[in-house]
């Protein structure tokens, strides 16, 4: 009875993720840190910006000494000087004064607003028409308006997309602290599995999963590590299976889509050192043969072997691992689910998620969401499709028109 | 008049990126390929699958054997061997005879359908009994099912995703050609600029265009070049810009947000070889000041100084640019807009498309798009924002509770 196969909810699975821990940290230049997973908390060094600048062309001024001003009735203001860029200014604005200023330039003592070039006239070399009012801070943004020193801005487990990068320039993080990509061996097992670069025989597929699954790790910000073919053999995968999780955080053995197959993998799991099954069986579709052990303190997976539940489970079940192996806080992730309207009937059985390959497509009336028929051993769905629709275990179906969150991927 | 400033339509900028050359190709190795862009049509070298697969544990059967089985009126079949995975079988099922099959089995001549192991209950080493009747077809994927020798299945100018890598397995190519990345040279001008590591006194601040111009570059599938900080000077300029010329296949002039610094950029511009200004102002905002010229073949851009003017810039304007640069056929972009609720009236100006930075909250009636508030200088914004709202030049603004679509970045 050891391969007594009691289905899981998703929920129960990826609870788990929490039981591993996250991977250590190492620092990193700016210029290398796009894309991966801050490990300390980021505070401004500094005001930013640092003083008031402007944020047009054209005169420092108190808007006090352009109240009233318009096209019928200029206020004439006395040009007293100019503010050179990048320097403090070493001239005070009075009344009725003016000084030049470009595009973040600092405001000189006494002003508190600016006014655009375009709306002043030049009377002579030393004097200037205005003919609108600026109110105090018109074109102006403050001391620290942007942040103040010492504000966190950003936190321990946000991924740095560019914009953030650009966030750690301002605060002068030219070195900072994140998490370590987890490392992931992927084996490939099944006697009728052959390498990309042989012609299979009758009976034989190429081995799909390695590389498409290396790609996904990447692109989830791990690092994998392909270890080939190994054959549907217990010494050999038990072998190959100590190998891959010496040298990584996460293990993933695909293919093995047969009873026989996956006997092996739980044999070849149980006889890992510290090693524990966790999960055999989850209630989802495509995937249910989804196996997850714990050994050594990592998470190994067994993927079914249909190239298309191996992906769905990896988007579903393995990547949420991958990210908290990461680092990654679960409240920085950004998975936006785009609703989409169905363009028809999806059957489901209660008590099990499906998640279903859709296309989106411009409908008359916004989105819409077509599903991408074929059964899951069909590679060729995936590429079509633009993301996932999940029908959870509650629902007995959707109807043609429902409007349904698609996950992209 | 040098700089007389006609303000062209984001459409007009747009138009233009069809006029530069895109980058020649490479070939490269599948584990290399994520990412890029391909630069070939691919097509099945052989059927896939390439024989009949079974998709379940089971028994290869006629179908016709099992019609009418039940519950309570089995049918009787004898076992008369098994298939072995990766394996032609040797062995031809009759009427009333089955074989053991595992999923991704190749079905033996004369079968046409499997019988879940569920189904089935063995009487003795050599009969089962089976309860459940298979239609022709049942848990098998045909030879050629997923797609046929010769079939297109990728196209030149397509990005390619862990999916797509998949599919390029399966149809055995290990190398490919694909579109080299291209190069892009990032100068940052303005004499208020001080490299990220330096304390910025009264009057400077730090560079933070390089940084995050360089991660949204790499985002793109291109490759940064950042040259640092050059001054606010025209014979500087003009020898860093022959300069970045050289050796990138565009150019980005970031910074420089004053009438001098355009100035200058505009005489540059115009200084290099084989020059034409092409864009002098857009009307967008933020982003007005946006400078496009071609100079030896190659787009070289003047972006405005505002942070956050030149990262909605870029993703506007230049991403598309960067995008034909290396080879990305527009038919394939899957840039989805994410439709949300807006959370509060954006008032806009006709004649001028508006960008504004939103983030996507959950709403009780799905998702909301909430205007991040804050002038265009403010480098906060844009990591606080989920995405970019589009207000198109023939709107006056946008009513709370309408459904916009979203940009995410």
Redesign the interface.
């Known amino acids: 009875m050891r391969n007594f196969f009691k289905v899981v909810d998703i929920e129960t699975v990826l609870a788990l993720a929490g039981s591993f821990e996250a991977q250590p940290t190492e620092a990193v230049d700016?210029?290398a840190a796009?894309g991966r997973v801050l490990a300390e908390e980021i505070c401004a060094?500094?005001d930013?910006?640092?003083?008031s600048?402007a944020?047009m062309?054209g005169f420092a001024v108190q808007g006090a000494s352009t109240f009233g001003a318009s096209e019928g009735n200029p206020a004439f203001l006395a040009v007293t000087g100019s503010v050179?860029?990048?320097?403090?200014?070493d001239i005070t604005v009075g009344p009725g004064e003016a000084v030049r200023i470009?595009?973040?330039?600092?405001l000189p003592v006494g002003s508190d607003a600016v006014i655009m070039?375009e709306h002043t006239e030049s009377i002579d070399a030393e004097t200037i028409e205005v003919y609108k009012s600026a109110a105090p801070g018109q074109h102006v943004?403050a001391r620290g308006?942007?942040?103040h020193s010492g504000d966190g801005?950003?936190h321990r487990g946000q991924r740095l997309?560019?914009?953030?990068?650009?966030?750690?320039?301002?605060v002068?993080?030219?070195r900072l602290e994140v998490f370590r990509r987890p490392r992931v061996g992927i084996l490939s097992t099944?006697?009728?599995?052959?390498p990309?670069?042989?012609?299979?025989?009758?009976?034989?597929?190429?081995?799909?999963?390695?590389?498409?699954?290396?790609?996904?790790i990447?692109?989830a910000g791990g690092l994998p590590q392909?270890y080939g073919i190994v054959p549907?053999d217990y010494e050999a995968l038990l072998a190959a299976c100590r190998q891959a999780l010496q040298a990584n955080d996460m293990v993933l053995i695909s293919g093995g889509?047969?009873?026989?197959?996956r006997d092996f993998t739980i044999d070849v799991l149980q006889a890992l050192d510290a090693a524990e099954i966790l999960v055999h069986g989850v209630s989802i579709r495509p995937g249910k043969p989804t196996i997850l052990a714990r050994a050594g303190g990592k998470p190994v997976w067994g993927l079914p072997?249909?190239?298309t539940s191996a992906?769905v489970v990896f988007a579903v079940l393995v990547r949420p691992f991958l990210e908290h192996l990461g680092g990654m806080d679960p409240q920085f992730l950004?998975r936006?689910?785009?609703?989409a309207r169905l363009t028809r009937n999806l059957p489901s059985v209660q008590g099990r998620v499906d998640y279903v390959r859709v296309r989106?497509v411009a409908g008359s009336d916004?989105?819409e969401a077509d599903p991408v028929l074929g059964?899951?051993?069909?590679?060729?769905t995936?590429?079509i499709?633009?993301g996932l629709l999940c029908i959870d275990a509650n629902t007995e179906g959707l109807d043609r028109g429902a409007?349904v969150p698609v996950e992209?991927?």
Chains 1, 2 share one sequence.
């Open positions: 700016l210029s796009h060094d500094v930013i910006p640092g003083f600048r944020t062309d050179a860029m990048g320097e403090r200014p470009a595009t973040g330039g600092m070039v943004i308006e942007d942040m801005v950003l997309r560019p914009q953030e990068i650009g966030l750690l320039a301002a002068g993080r030219t099944g006697d009728e599995v052959v990309v670069d042989v012609m299979p025989q009758p009976g034989q597929i190429r081995d799909v999963n390695s590389a498409a699954l290396a790609a996904f990447r692109a392909a549907d889509s047969s009873v026989g197959t072997g249909h190239v992906m950004r936006i689910q785009v609703p989106l916004g989105i059964k899951s051993g069909l590679i060729r995936m590429a499709a633009d409007v992209l991927f």
